[in-house]
């Protein structure tokens, strides 16, 4: 009966995120399958908050999105996400997801830890997604590396409303998670685990701001590989400091 709540949930979400122009088709479907697979994993709980950032991540989209357009700097057509920002954003969290299962032929991640590198991976997105998308209609943009003044949208550009948005994703995704995890799937947090969430949130934003201004303005990665790469490490670091702090 779970698996089968989890896959109906998984399918509906999706198709109402293909409906309301959230997603295309391809994105769609990949949202469907890696929902299953961390619902199965996780539990419901993970869906939801990945639902959450999904949510979020699209009003930041369109909001003053025909401007975004004027400048070249909107994301799809109509804001959509494809199959490919499904990977680059997903995949850790699935992989997490997928180590905190029981029986498996290594020593996996207990639920506590699962679930708080869960949230630092998902805060991470969410903080880079808010950070440039609404950091890209500000006035005056910084590079992070030298702090010289560039145009907004630049690859490593910072600004202080995204800053703030970057903080702000990274605070709402440790608080609702959070009760969340404690409410509904009664784990036993603490504040400590929510500071964790929101430094590593705001951090992995950086990073993925350095990564920008130094190897992918240079070609080398692109701005998925970033979006992999900024939370992949962001969430080791969060792993490393659980296992010797928390």
Known sequence: MDAAL??????TLSLLAYYKGLLNMSGSIMTMIFGIIIGLAGGI???LLLFVFLITSFAATRYKFNVKVKKGIQEGTRGERSWANVVANGIVPLIIAVLTLDNLPFQGLDKTTGSIL???AVAIAAADTLA???GVLSKKTWLITNMKPVKAGIDGGISLPGQASAASAAAYTA?????VFTIIDGLTLNWLHIILVIDIGFLGCQIDSVIG?????KGYVSK??????SITSGTIIA????????
Request: hydrophobic letters at 65%.
């Open 132 to 134: 440039s998308e609404l």
């Open 239 to 246: 792993w490393l400091v659980m296992i010797w702090i928390l």
């Open 224 to 229: 998925l590989t970033n979006n992999l790469l």
């Open 6 to 11: 989890i896959i109906a949930i998984c399918i």
């Open 175 to 179: 608080i609702i998670g959070y009760l």
């Open 45 to 47: 709980t993970w869906i």
């Open 118 to 120: 869960f949230l630092c």
């Open 213 to 217: 201004a130094t190897i992918e303005t």
